[in-house]
């Protein structure tokens, strides 16, 4: 079965770090990008990036460009969003999800992994 | 890129049709037919509905159909059941950047 499973809750202080993950399997995870999709609290999805783990070509939105890290370490299947400073406004349900290699929608999604960021 | 934009909510009876919109413009919608449509119900991952404007992954009952005019994507629900309420957006893939870019979204209720 493919499926991606991502790391669980997260609960941060403003200013930490964080980096969460993606595992994929079932399938090459060297032949699929794997992006990353944000959804606030009552919100819309709004789309991060994306990277292709075969050679880590990484994009990202311009309105997340400078603000996350998005890499993959292909030997362990994974993909990762990571932040070096943590904002209130980061609290978030983060999606990762696996385009199809035919016609770029996101056919296989994570389960989500929500980040809380409080003092 | 600016998000597509969709009305906030629609609704309807069981057994009607329900049509979302998702405009953009000549440069992105307009441009490319990488368009695609998700449902999500409360508390869960969105799930893939419609791919390229107009085809249905396998399991996706064919009461969901999808087209394109111009810069406007459309997703239709037809005989209109209870388990389709739920948030749809709709989505663009552009080659040229590999990019993507979401729709503001749409509550469907079923009254």
């Known amino acids: 079965e493919v499926q991606l499973v991502q790391s669980g809750a997260e609960v941060k202080k403003p200013g930490e770090s964080l980096k969460i993950s993606c595992k994929g399997s079932g399938y090459s995870f060297t032949s699929y990008w794997i992006g990353w999709v944000r959804q606030m609290p009552g919100k819309g999805l709004e789309w991060m990036g994306i990277i292709y783990p075969g050679d880590s070509d990484t994009r990202y939105s311009p309105s997340f460009q400078g603000q996350v890290t998005i890499s993959a370490d292909k030997s362990i299947s994974t993909a990762y969003l990571q932040w070096s400073s943590l904002k209130a406004s980061d609290t978030a349900m983060y999606y990762c999800a696996r385009p199809s290699a035919l016609d770029d929608a996101f056919d296989i999604w994570g389960q989500g992994t929500m980040v809380t960021v409080s003092s | 890129q600016s998000a597509l934009t969709q009305p906030p909510s629609v609704s309807g009876s069981p057994g009607q049709s329900v049509t979302i919109s998702c405009t953009g413009t000549?440069?992105?919608?307009?441009?490319?037919?990488?368009v695609s449509w998700y449902q999500q119900p409360p508390g869960t991952a969105p799930k893939l509905m419609i791919y390229e404007v107009s085809n249905r992954p396998s399991g996706v009952p064919d009461r969901f159909s999808g087209s394109k005019s111009g810069n406007t994507a459309s997703l239709t629900i037809s005989g209109l059941q209870a388990e389709d309420e739920a948030d749809y957006y709709c989505s663009l893939y552009t080659s040229s950047s590999t990019s993507y870019v979401f729709g503001t979204g749409t509550k469907v209720t079923v009254l």
């Open positions: 000549s440069s992105d919608v307009g441009s490319y037919n990488r």
